[in-house]
């Protein structure tokens, strides 16, 4: 996926995300990847694309910590003193939604569900690609493997392997 | 905790209360009805006991469902899915939450309890301090209230799955426990952790959902702080067959319950504020 096709997708994305807010007290929202990629968002400029994409990272990690317990976590209601924060788990990736003071509940989770259903073709697919600005390198990294003399220039490397 | 002292005409209960008339029970009369936040159930009890009253009282608490005779200023019966007696009498005035409220229940022919109100609550006191383990669930402030602790239990909720088939005229059955009231029921697993991640006390729990337990925690209380949404409080999860709740007590303390599939948790998630 380029990064123009990546950008149409995110703000296809973010489209569905904004009619969340037709449910009252919604703040906005933002989709990761199951690898803790921001794919959209739709929420106050507040809230800094890292502060979001290091959020929902956190966030996956609450997932996998059930996960690894053997629960497959599906919606969670997180509170936060005046805020809440409803997560929906989405094929490749997990809905975040903020709400600030009262909201209708039932009436949140079905747009949840709905809003869910939409993205989950463009979450999974943004899922399945390597990131836009990785994507030109990509060739490279897969080809420096061990015993191999390629890489991305600058990358450290020793005994043919790459250093983090 | 609420106290209601109702109208036999205009409470949705009383039609119930009505059908089966207790040769013998508590008459209801006119009365105020008042609701009281952070009373103490021994407070309630003395009051009763102070007022020579004849009723029968039925308490709400963390341990279920209680039922306490009053007559001429003393406890003379009392009864809960256990136990019956003194036993029971102790058992309900150990309970810290919850609601408190007059009902019709069937008269018991014999008082079952020959101690005095004092002799009880010193027991009680007694048993408390040797539950100091307990692993009851201290229902957490409501956010917005301050450090007020909110007992208020919703007993219309709780009524809506049993009330109706705690009346009997039979005796024998003020023993039977009724369907998923009791709080403390609704959960197969209640897990308290320490401040620093240690199992306080568990009920059906695991090592493992403990460190799982501690580390979504710390993980939801760093996502609160980046986002600046505030302090971390509770948790509900749905997963795929279960549900699982976590939430912030007092004193560094977090409490994880899951409850069982049929549990109600309408008034535990207002409580949580989810």
């Given at each position: 996926?380029t ?15 904004a009619?969340l807010?037709?449910v009252a007290g919604?703040?906005g ?31 996956l ?11 497959e976590?599906?919606?969670a209601?997180?509170?936060y ?5 409803f997560?929906?788990?989405i094929?490749?990736?997990l ?37 836009p ?5 990509r ?7 061990p ?8 990358m450290?490397?020793?005994?043919g392997?790459?250093?983090? | ?14 039609a ?26 021994w407070?309630?009890v ?8 004849r ?8 341990g ?19 136990a019956?007696?003194e036993?029971?009498a ?15 229940r ?6 079952s ?5 004092e ?14 383990a ?6 957490p ?28 005229s ?15 029921g ?11 991640g240690?199992?306080m ?22 996502t ?21 709740l ?6 560094g ?6 409850p069982?599939?049929d549990?109600?948790l309408?008034?535990l ?6």
């Amino acid at each position: 996926m380029t990064g123009t096709e990546a950008r149409a997708l995110s703000e296809t994305v973010r489209g569905t995300l904004a009619t969340l807010k037709d449910v009252a007290g919604i703040t906005g929202s933002f989709v990761c990847t199951n690898e803790g990629r921001l794919v959209a968002r739709e929420i106050p400029a507040l809230f800094e694309d890292a502060v979001l994409s290091e959020a929902g990272n956190r966030l996956l990690r609450v997932s996998e910590t059930f996960a690894s317990n053997g629960d497959e976590l599906e919606t969670a209601v997180i509170r936060y003193g005046d805020h809440r924060l409803f997560l929906k788990s989405i094929t490749g990736g997990l809905l975040c939604i903020v709400v600030s003071g009262p909201v209708n509940m039932p009436a949140l989770r079905m747009a949840a569900n709905l809003v869910g259903r939409r993205i989950s073709p463009a979450v999974a697919r943004t899922q399945a690609e390597p990131p836009p600005e990785a994507a030109p390198a990509r060739p490279d990294v897969a080809q420096a493997g061990p015993g191999r003399s390629g890489g991305i220039p600058g990358m450290r490397r020793f005994r043919g392997r790459a250093v983090e | 905790m609420i106290v209601q002292k109702r109208e036999t005409n205009d409470v949705e209960t009383a039609a119930d209360e009505r059908e089966a008339p207790v040769p013998g029970g508590t008459a209801a009369t006119r009365g105020f009805s008042a609701q009281l936040r952070g009373a103490s159930l021994w407070d309630l009890v003395q009051l009763e006991c102070l007022s020579r009253s004849r009723r029968c009282i039925r308490v709400v608490g963390e341990g279920g469902v209680g039922y306490l005779f009053f007559d001429r200023g003393r406890v003379i019966h009392a009864a809960t899915a256990q136990a019956i007696g003194e036993a029971a009498a102790v058992e309900v005035l150990a309970w810290t939450n919850g609601s408190f409220e007059a009902c019709e229940r069937p008269w018991p022919e014999q008082p079952s309890i020959a101690a005095g109100l004092e002799a009880l609550l010193l027991r009680t006191a007694q048993l408390c301090d040797e539950r100091a383990a307990s692993n009851l669930v201290a229902f957490p402030t409501r956010p917005g209230d301050g450090d007020e602790t909110y007992e208020e239990l919703q007993i219309g909720d709780l009524e809506a799955h049993g009330g109706g088939e705690m009346r009997s005229s039979n005796t024998d059955d003020m023993l039977t426990p009724p369907p998923r009231v009791e709080i403390s029921g609704d959960f197969a697993v209640v897990m308290r952790l320490g401040p620093t991640g240690a199992i306080m006390s568990s009920r059906g729990g695991s090592e493992e959902l403990g460190q799982a337990v501690a580390y979504v925690e710390r993980l939801l209380q760093l996502t609160g702080e980046m986002l600046g949404l505030g302090p971390f409080s509770a948790l509900e999860c749905t997963f795929t067959h279960e549900r699982c709740l976590i939430f912030c007590e007092g004193g560094g303390e977090t409490v994880a319950l899951r409850p069982r599939a049929d549990a109600n948790l309408t008034a535990l998630r207002e409580r949580l504020g989810l």
